[in-house]
């Protein structure tokens, strides 16, 4: 009887093949490449190399020359061919583990400990099927689960920037700021990190595993920054990398441990016209923050708590961030952790974008809460004196300021028909050659002279008829200076025919020579007209427009004065 010989001829390099992401425990898809002396060439193996994730060294168990060749060719040819501050992590594969009783283990691990690019060993058996899926997993764990950036084998300790990285996110789950995570605070750790409550015996054997290595890890019922520390080095050197991972990666973290660009920078759509503020998510959210480092509650912070700045100083100072550098504060709110307290998407969510100011005037109302005011005049007009004294600052504390700390924009609270609103000032540079479109964007114009300079009011009638005479935006002339002698001007009209020519409200008087603090009327009025832009043009000799705006200043001003103190008593 005739019988059919077969022959299994394998080949010398398999077809590349892709396992699903739904078959896999990490939910990726895992695209497989073979590769083998016999076929390809040195270049088709240096490309490879390039693109690989994770490379698989594979080496025979019985052959003792396989696995010398681990070491004296294929690790230096990938380290020769990779960047050396983005190793690609190596797995070794030991086959044929069906050809023998004994384990190459004794062999590999000094190998291992030599190499940090290596990940971890497997043995496993085309023949049998033994370990192959379990060689997949670990692959697809070196990528994702990288033990190279959160662990020295050598030291047997976490990296640097592993540290850095996790202070950071203790202290941002520090709540209360007191150095310990309570019970509440590693709830909601754990429920922001893993999406699920942290069961009390869960918690219990956690604070036992700390306590059992050192006591005063465990402070006070909750969890240290060294037992923080302690418990995720104890997860990397069990193997459980993906622990770690998961909790840096929620807190913006990417593969080099530094914070990810599209954590600390989310799309935020600004169209021309529109401006930056914060909503009251993220003035709840910074209130918090602030409130966690006043540890005296005096509503201030101190240089040890973080450096001479008032509660209201610190909202203005984030509202001017806020309006000026947007992506700044994206970035900072990113830093202090605002998505992952305020449980938002990102720290776009803590940022309204206004409506363009042409619809606002359009239906004669706004939704703003931060108006810009850009303040002109010439050199000694006394812009900066206006500036200061919107801070609270008169003419005896203005000479105390160092000129280095003299800042070209100043911003701070007034109210607006009992509405609490931000006028930002800003000092423009007074070259009217170099004026930028920065430089007149903005929602009123101040217009500086200095009564006692005749040739100051020159400056401001030219600044007026050469940028704002044609347009929408409201200007307000301000004679500064008005304790001294007042000086004709030299100009073809007096400052007072200059604004009625052109349908302004007449020239305002200010001084901040006094011993009080000066009066903040006149910045109510800008805040006013800033708010109403309509309004002003069209009522520009209204005294009952002006008397309801700075009277109704008067009595909220005083109101928040007594809900801020009371405010002080409750935090």
């Known amino acids: 009887m005739r019988k059919d010989v077969r022959i299994l001829l394998v080949p010398y ?88 009783e004994h384990s190459s283990m004794e062999t590999i691990l000094p190998i291992m400990n030599q190499y940090s690019e290596i990940e971890t060993c497997v043995e496993c058996s085309a023949k049998n099927l033994k370990n192959i899926s379990e060689l997949f ?41 007191d150095g310990i995570l309570n019970d509440n605070e590693l709830d909601f750790f754990q429920r922001t990190c893993f999406n699920a409550p942290l069961e009390p015996q869960a918690l219990d054997d956690v604070k ?35 622990t770690t991972w998961t909790v840096l990666r929620r807190f913006g973290y990417d593969d080099d441990l530094e914070l990810n660009q599209d954590y600390l920078f989310p799309p935020l759509k600004i169209p021309p016209d529109c401006t930056t503020e914060l909503n009251h998510n993220a003035y709840l959210f910074l209130q918090s923050v602030f409130d966690k480092h ?28 806020t309006y000026l550098d947007v992506q700044r504060c994206l970035e900072y709110l990113g830093y202090l952790g605002f998505s992952i307290i305020a449980e938002q998407e990102s720290q776009a969510a803590g940022i309204t974008v206004t409506r363009d100011k042409k619809i606002d005037l359009q239906k004669k109302q706004t939704q703003r809460s931060v108006f810009c005011c850009n303040v002109f005049g010439a050199s000694g007009s006394g812009k900066i004196g206006f500036l200061q004294a919107f801070l609270g600052s008169n003419l005896m504390c203005q000479k105390l300021i160092k000129e280095e700390h003299k800042s070209y924009y100043a911003i701070s609270t ?45 400056y401001c009638a030219r600044v007026f008829e050469q940028y704002f005479m044609e347009s929408k935006t409201p200007c307000m002339m301000i004679a500064a200076k008005s304790d001294l002698p007042e000086i004709k001007q030299k100009y073809g009209c007096s400052p007072l025919e200059f604004c009625r020519r052109h349908k302004m409200p007449p020239p305002q008087s200010f001084s901040c020579n006094s011993a009080a603090t000066p009066s903040r009327d006149i910045y109510t009025k800008l805040a006013t007209m800033a708010m109403y832009p309509h309004v002003s043009q069209t009522e520009p000799k209204s005294s009952t427009f002006w008397l309801r705006a700075s009277v109704g200043a008067s009595v909220f001003a005083v109101l928040g004065f007594a809900m801020y103190r009371m405010l002080l008593k409750t935090r």
């Open 13 to 100: 390099r398999a077809e590349e093949i892709t396992i699903p992401a739904d078959v896999t425990p990490e939910r990726v898809p895992t695209h497989i490449v073979d590769y083998s002396e016999a076929e390809q060439t040195d270049e088709q193996l240096f490309q490879e190399i390039s693109k690989a994730n994770v490379i698989c060294i594979v080496y025979s168990v019985n052959n003792k020359k396989s696995i010398e060749k681990v070491t004296s060719h294929w690790i230096p040819l990938i380290c020769e061919n990779t960047d050396k501050d983005s190793r690609v992590p190596l797995i070794l594969v030991g086959n044929q583990s069906d050809l023998v």
């Open 414 to 458: 007034t109210y607006v028909y009992g509405q609490e609103k931000y006028l930002l000032l800003h000092e423009v540079f007074p070259d009217l050659d170099y004026l930028s479109d920065g430089d007149l964007a903005c929602d009123i114009v101040c217009l500086v002279y200095d009564v006692s300079n005749p040739y100051s009011f020159e």
């Open 294 to 321: 006043d540890k005296d509650r005096d509503c201030a912070l101190s240089p040890e708590e973080l450096g001479w700045i008032t509660y209201q100083g610190y909202l203005s100072q984030w509202t001017l961030t």
């Open 137 to 177: 997993y670990y692959a697809q764990k070196a990528v994702l689960h990288p033990t190279g950036p959160l662990y020295c084998p050598e030291k047997k300790a976490m990296k640097s920037l592993c540290v850095k990285a996790l202070t950071r996110i203790f202290k941002v789950s520090d709540l209360d700021n």
């Open 208 to 242: 036992n595993v700390v306590r059992k290595n050192l006591s005063d890890w465990v402070c006070n019922d909750g969890l240290s920054l060294k037992g923080f520390l302690f418990l995720h080095t104890l997860f990397i050197q069990r193997g459980r990398h993906e």
